[in-house]
């Protein structure tokens, strides 16, 4: 035992030795202070509708010299104040709910404050009015679900298990040109075509596909980089534009195919949600809204409803009391600015023009 105690003592002296050989570790500084204060007003989530003045009110003690405030949507600054209360213009870049942050400051020391309030479109949409122009053959069996106009052709996207695939179809007759059918459980969705390719999503299976243009073979599969369904498509010019049936946008990338960023979709009164297929015209994205016979047009920069079009007109009678076989699918001909209707295992697609509000 003393043998074993001696031993010890040897070991601890030459760990304590060590050890008082490193220097110690300071303890991290204390957390700067910050200057104490809230938000009085407006209150958290408030709606406001785009371009209104919003009243703001901030409260600290009466001790606390403040020097300045400064006000920001997001991380986007919008200007700086002076007393604790003040009004500013509710005008963020995109209408939907966005973080109203500011930031007081007094001498070395800053607070900073978060409140979440939604921003609504300016005003309400304007009905768009329309006038048909034709009617074409269309294969009823389609559960349309993608419909892209490009170079004379019609393509087309389906869903439904077991039945999907996509469609190059020629316009004046329906009759079917070329064809992919899905393989396996894959329920289809929108399409779009960028430089010589076509792609397509998928409902749930969390990936899209991509095929060649002309020959319809399969190039190749990605995966949705986000938890999300695939609903209806359309291309910018630089993004792939997908909606999930929710009141949000996502925009991908067309060679990576990662959604880089989200537009939230509001009108005047509240957010846009089933938005379904989507065509992209001149700065504005055109949407059928699931379940309903209504086109919303959307202001691609902001997010905002600016105008609708009711096309209850256009389903066929033997249709109505079917309820999955709704308006859907649209697309663009930019030959002579019209847009091409149809929907889910409708016998026919119609060729309408649009008159644009004043």
């Not at 015209?281 to 902001?302: H, L, P, S």
């Amino acid at each position: 035992m003393a043998r074993f105690s001696l031993v010890m003592l040897l070991v601890i002296s030459i760990f304590s030795g060590c050890s008082s050989d490193q220097p110690a570790t300071p303890p991290p500084p204390p957390p700067k202070p910050s200057v104490p204060f809230q938000i009085v007003a407006p209150s958290s989530q408030q709606s406001i509708n785009w371009g209104d003045s919003l009243f703001v009110e901030l409260g600290w003690a009466d001790s606390i010299q403040v020097d300045s405030i400064v006000g920001m949507w997001d991380s986007e600054r919008m200007g700086t104040f002076s007393s604790k209360s003040f009004t500013i213009s509710a005008a963020p870049k995109e209408v939907g709910l966005h973080n109203l942050i500011f930031q007081v400051h007094a001498g070395d020391l800053k607070g900073t404050r978060t409140l979440p309030v939604v921003i609504l479109a300016g005003s309400a949409p304007q009905e768009i009015e329309w006038s048909f122009v034709a009617m074409y053959p269309h294969e009823k069996g389609f559960f349309t679900e993608g419909l892209v106009f490009h170079e004379g052709a019609l393509y087309e996207g389906t869903g439904d298990w077991g039945e999907s695939g996509i469609f190059k179809t020629d316009l004046r007759t329906g009759k079917i040109i070329k064809q992919q059918q899905n393989q396996g459980k894959i329920f289809g969705e929108g399409i779009s075509i960028v430089n010589g390719k076509l792609i397509q999503l998928t409902y749930q299976a969390m990936e899209g596909y991509v095929y060649d243009l002309k020959t319809f073979n399969k190039l190749q599969s990605f995966p949705y980089s986000k938890p999300t369904e695939g609903w209806g498509m359309t291309f910018d010019g630089t993004s792939l534009i997908f909606s999930n049936g929710s009141n949000r946008l996502m925009y991908m990338d067309t060679a990576s195919y990662v959604i880089q960023r989200e537009l939230q979709i509001y009108d005047h009164e509240a957010p846009v949600d089933s938005l379904n297929e989507l065509e992209y015209v001149d700065g504005f994205i055109y949407a059928n809204i699931w379940m309903r016979n209504e086109i919303v047009k959307i202001d691609a920069q902001t997010g905002a409803v600016v105008g609708t079009m009711d096309l209850t007109k256009l389903v066929p009678q033997g249709l109505v009391n079917h309820p999955a076989n709704v308006l859907n699918g649209i697309a663009y001909r930019p030959d002579n600015g019209h847009l091409l209707i149809t929907g889910k295992r409708w016998p026919s697609l119609f060729e309408i023009s649009i008159k644009e509000p004043s």
